[in-house]
């Protein structure tokens, strides 16, 4: 049975572990200048979070929302959408507020999906994730070689062609895919030091 209860208190800081033993759904309007920051707070949680709902910044949900291709897709995008079944449910327009801001707004919802673990290991899959789209007009030859910091993966290794794409190309199962490869490197390089 759902029990809504109201708490204060900054949301960052909150344990939620400590204050929801049993889950939280996070539901709000989320101030703009740190609605990405709850996003990776859910994240951290999300085996506690089953659901979230947020008005945000109507760019920030494009974002999240956007499928692999667009310009838009991103280190948050492939993040959340890796854990969570993401709906853009509506915008709102600006005319809404009093006074209005100079932003549209938008409400969506994550809902978790049936990924449990996936199929790599996750610290490195987030960076790898940072690394790609840390440089994302790079291709990833160039993006991913700072993973490697002074070892060397196997001739050839940046030559396949996944690695002359840029990162916005790749679904999130061929970014797990190029994390399982980016280990079986590391593992590589460390075993012939």
Same mark, same amino acid.
């Given at each position: 049975e759902f029990t809504p209860r109201?708490?204060? =208190?900054?949301?960052?800081?909150?344990? /939620? *572990?400590?204050?929801?033993?049993? =889950?939280?759904?996070?539901?709000?309007?989320f101030p703009y200048n740190i609605s990405s920051q709850i996003f990776f707070k859910v994240l951290e949680h999300r085996d506690l979070v089953p659901e979230c709902?947020?008005?945000?910044?109507?760019?920030?949900?494009? *974002?999240i929302a956007c499928?692999?291709?667009?310009?838009? $897709?991103?280190?948050?995008?492939? /993040?959340?959408?890796?854990? $969570?079944?993401?709906? $853009?449910?509506?915008?709102?327009?600006?005319?809404?507020?009093n006074p209005p801001p100079k932003v549209k707004s938008a409400v969506i919802r994550l809902r978790r999906?049936?990924?449990?673990?996936?199929?790599?290991?996750?610290? /490195?899959?987030?960076?790898?994730?940072k690394a790609s789209f840390g440089q994302r007009r790079?291709?990833?030859r160039v993006s991913?070689? &700072?993973?490697?910091?002074? &070892?060397?993966?196997?001739?050839?290794?940046f030559q396949r062609d996944i690695m002359t794409k840029r990162p916005e190309q790749l679904s999130i199962a061929q970014l797990v895919q190029l994390t399982n490869e980016v280990g079986e490197q590391l593992q590589l390089s460390l075993i012939h030091i």
């Open positions: 109201l708490m204060a =208190g900054d949301f960052l800081r909150m344990e /939620l *572990r400590a204050l929801f033993p049993d =889950g939280v759904r996070v539901i709000g309007n709902v947020g008005m945000i910044q109507r760019e920030v949900a494009e *974002r499928p692999p291709g667009s310009k838009e $897709y991103g280190i948050l995008s492939v /993040l959340l959408q890796a854990w $969570y079944d993401i709906e $853009y449910l509506f915008t709102v327009g600006e005319k809404v507020f999906n049936g990924v449990v673990r996936l199929a790599c290991d996750e610290r /490195l899959f987030v960076r790898v994730v790079k291709m990833l991913l070689r &700072q993973l490697f910091q002074g &070892q060397r993966p196997e001739d050839g290794f």
